[in-house]
Every structure is written in structure tokens, then in C-alpha cells.
């Protein structure tokens, strides 16, 4: 069962351990994916992420972004044989049918573009076919969910149904759309995704978000969002993380559970049908006690789903093949 998976942070880890003298590539490593686990799991294409947190940029997110950029271009062209870099869907085909993986670029963090639509295209000539417009801070373009400070110093987070994209926001989806470049609204707060749909007229996904009504953390779409998405013919990819498949309750230990994965499908089958409903693990982004806590464990959640009544073609669906309509779509 080939797997798409829209969403890892793999690239930022590998560069964070080179920074720090050490050697891990994307061949075999010690996070939770690498190509072996990605043959192990029977992965086709994987998206990498260039994930740049604003604040440790220093005011240099390009510059920063650029480094990420130059560590994925080494570690693929290293391992050329295994995995292909793919820039349209003809891309992923012809990989798959030499027998190759294929590694769709992707940038986290939109105020990497510093408001300039000349970066914007710069990325696109590089490669990038994918970006989100905010990761956690407000920036040129838009605004994350809120995130209020409790008395005790902890922090929630609560939806901002107020601050919407911003004019070079705005502008920004119109070029996306545009040049080709996948839209992903994982991380934008509620005004500013309904925005995408005012803006925009192609489909667009979210690729590392689950279904507000069955873990409450604004991460999360809506239903009405999830109806919205499937009408226009997006896709959200499921998130392994603790804090986005379930609500924990006081002295409970967050564990990621294959089981609360399938009951999130269930759900968004529910309202915008399967075919909104793809893979965005969020590997190598995230912490915890996962039940599947890497790549080469993905037969896994087949087989819960399976058990779980949902059919051969479904499970393909979410799997691969919604995502790969998205592609075909837009790309």
C-alpha cells in the first residue's frame, strides 16, 4: 500500500545535527524517518519540509530557509538512486516507474518570503511546490490561532476568528495559485483559512491537521472547514501528534494511538467524504509516545483501518491516491 505523506520535518533535524558535527543522513538515522523506514513502510513520495521557526532565524528566514534548502538538495542528490526530487506530477510517475521514492519540497514558515513575492517565485525555481503561510507567529502574510498565557505560566492555544490574511497575503495565494505552488493552511489561524477560500479557486490542502471535533486544539479544522475543503477538492493529512488525535484529561499520559487515528478518518469521512482525507505525519516535528513512531511502521494503520471496515480502495485512498489527485490538480 504505497504511502503519500504531505508533512516531516526531517530535513530541519538532519541540519541541526550536521550544525552540531554530527553525521546523520537520510539514508539511516536515529529520527523517525529515513529512506530504510521509508522502504520499510512502502512509501512512494514523501514531502520534505524546510521548517523555519522566526524567532531562532534572527530575522534571517530566507538565509536560514536557504541553508535547510541546501541540505536537502545534498542529502537527495546523495541518494539519487533511492529517491527522486519531483517538481510536477509527471515527476512522481516516472519515479515510480524506475522503481524510485520521490521527495516533494515544502516550506514551513511563510514569513520566509520576507512579504516579497520575488521570494516566492525564487522558491518555486528551486524546487518548492508547497508552502504554509504562518507556522506559530504572525508574519507579513497572516496569523496563527492565538496562544493565551494561564495563570500558572502554562499556555493554550484559542481560535483567532478576527485577524484574516493580510493585503500580501492575499496576494500571495492569488500567485501561488498562479505559478502551481500548493497552498497549505496547517498553522493559520480561523479567519485567515476562511480567507483561502474567498481568494482562491483551486484546491489546496492542510497537511498536517485532524478533525477539531475530536481533539479540540485549534490545529485543528472544523467541520464546517473539512466540508468546505472536500467541496473544493482539498485534502487534510492526518497528524500522528498526541495533542491533535485526542483531549487528554489531567494525570492521562498523551500517547498517539493507531485507534484514535482511524476514529479521526471515520469522522471526516463523515462529513466531507474520503476523498478529503490523505497522510501528514508530522515525523520528526513532533515528541511523545507514538504507537507508530516511524516511517517503516505505516502497515500498521492499513491494517487498523482494515479492521475497521474501511475498503481496499479507501484505504488506497487516503494512503496515496487523494493526495496525488491534489497534485495532479495543481502542480
Request: glycine share 10%; charged share 25%; aromatic share 10%.
Amino acid at each position: 500500500m504505497k504511502v503519500a505523506d504531505m508533512h516531516c520535518d526531517t530535513i530541519a533535524e538532519i541540519y541541526k545535527d550536521h550544525r552540531r558535527g554530527g553525521s546523520q543522513s537520510i539514508l539511516e538515522n536515529r529520527l523517525m524517518l529515513d529512506l530504510r523506514k521509508m522502504q520499510a513502510g512502502d512509501y512512494g513520495l514523501q514531502n520534505f519540509a524546510l521548517y523555519v521557526n522566526l524567532e531562532q532565524a534572527k530575522g534571517r528566514p530566507f538565509e536560514f530557509c536557504m541553508e535547510l534548502l541546501d541540505t536537502f538538495y545534498q542529502e537527495m542528490e546523495a541518494y539519487g538512486d533511492i529517491i527522486g526530487i519531483v517538481k510536477s506530477y509527471e515527476d512522481i510517475r516516472r519515479n515510480w516507474e524506475q522503481g524510485r521514492m520521490s521527495a516533494l519540497l515544502t516550506v514551513e514558515e511563510g514569513g520566509t518570503c520576507q512579504g516579497k513575492t520575488a521570494f516566492l517565485r525564487d522558491f518555486y525555481r528551486l524546487g518548492v511546490r508547497m508552502m504554509t503561510l504562518t507556522w506559530n507567529f504572525p508574519n507579513e502574510l497572516a496569523f496563527p490561532n492565538a496562544r493565551m498565557e494561564e495563570a500558572d505560566g502554562t499556555f493554550r492555544m484559542v481560535p483567532d476568528t478576527e485577524h484574516g490574511l493580510t493585503e500580501t497575503g492575499i496576494a500571495f495565494v492569488e500567485e501561488m495559485e498562479r505559478l502551481g505552488m500548493i497552498i497549505d493552511i496547517s498553522h493559520l489561524n480561523d479567519a485567515g483559512i476562511w480567507d483561502v477560500f474567498r481568494y482562491t479557486k483551486k484546491p489546496f490542502v492542510a497537511s498536517h491537521s485532524n478533525a477539531r471535533a475530536m481533539a479540540s486544539h485549534p490545529r485543528n479544522l472544523t467541520d464546517d472547514m473539512i466540508r468546505a475543503l472536500a467541496e473544493r477538492g482539498g485534502v487534510m493529512g492526518i497528524n500522528y501528534c498526541t495533542a491533535f488525535l485526542r483531549d487528554f484529561g489531567p494525570g492521562e499520559e498523551p500517547i498517539s494511538r493507531i485507534s484514535d487515528m482511524v476514529e479521526h478518518m471515520k469522522h471526516i469521512r463523515n462529513i466531507g467524504g474520503i476523498g478529503c482525507i490523505g497522510l501528514g505525519s508530522d515525523f520528526d516535528g513532533i515528541r511523545g509516545n507514538l504507537e507508530m513512531g516511524d516511517g517503516g511502521k505505516l502497515p500498521m494503520l492499513a491494517d487498523a483501518m482494515e479492521r475497521e471496515g474501511f475498503t481496499a480502495s479507501e484505504i488506497e485512498a487516503v494512503f496515496s491516491q487523494n493526495v496525488l489527485r491534489v497534485y495532479k490538480d495543481v502542480l
